[in-house]
C-alpha cells in the first residue's frame, strides 16, 4: 500500500500562484510514476501533469507554460507549480501515484484550488 498526503490548495485570485505538494509513504518502489489530475464539478477528472521516477514529464495542453511539475525521489514527494492561473483552473486536484512495474494505482484524497476575484 502507498498513501499519499497532498497540502497546498486554496484560493488564489486570477493570474496568482499556488503550489501543490504531495508526499508519497508505505511500499514505494523506485520505479514510479507521480503527478497530478484534476476535477472540476460536473467533469470528467483530466491528467494535469505526470512525471516518472526516471524523469521526463507530460502536461496537459491546457497548462503547458503556466504550470511546472517536478519531483524530490528522495522524498517520495511531487510539486505543481501553478502559475498564471484562470477560473477554468478551478477544481479538486488529485495526487496520483502508479507503480510502473505492476501497474498499481494510488489516489490523493485530493485538495481543492478555487481561481476567483
Known amino acids: 500500500q502507498v498513501q499519499l498526503v497532498e497540502s497546498g490548495g486554496g484560493l488564489v485570485q486570477p493570474g496568482g500562484s499556488l503550489r501543490l505538494s504531495c508526499a508519497a509513504s508505505g511500499s514505494v518502489f523506485s520505479s514510479n510514476a507521480m503527478g497530478w489530475y484534476r476535477q472540476a464539478p460536473g467533469k470528467q477528472r483530466e491528467l494535469v501533469a505526470t512525471?516518472?521516477?526516471?524523469?521526463?514529464?507530460t502536461y496537459a495542453d491546457s497548462v503547458k507554460g503556466r504550470f511546472t511539475i517536478s519531483r524530490d525521489n528522495a522524498k517520495n514527494t511531487v510539486y505543481l507549480q501553478m502559475n498564471s492561473l484562470k477560473p477554468e483552473d478551478t477544481a479538486v486536484y488529485y495526487c496520483?501515484?502508479?507503480?510502473?512495474?505492476?501497474?498499481?494505482?494510488?489516489w490523493g484524497q485530493g485538495t481543492q484550488v478555487t481561481v476567483s476575484s
Open positions: 496520483h501515484f502508479r507503480q510502473i512495474i505492476s501497474g498499481t494505482q494510488y
Open positions: 512525471m516518472p521516477s526516471f524523469g521526463g514529464t
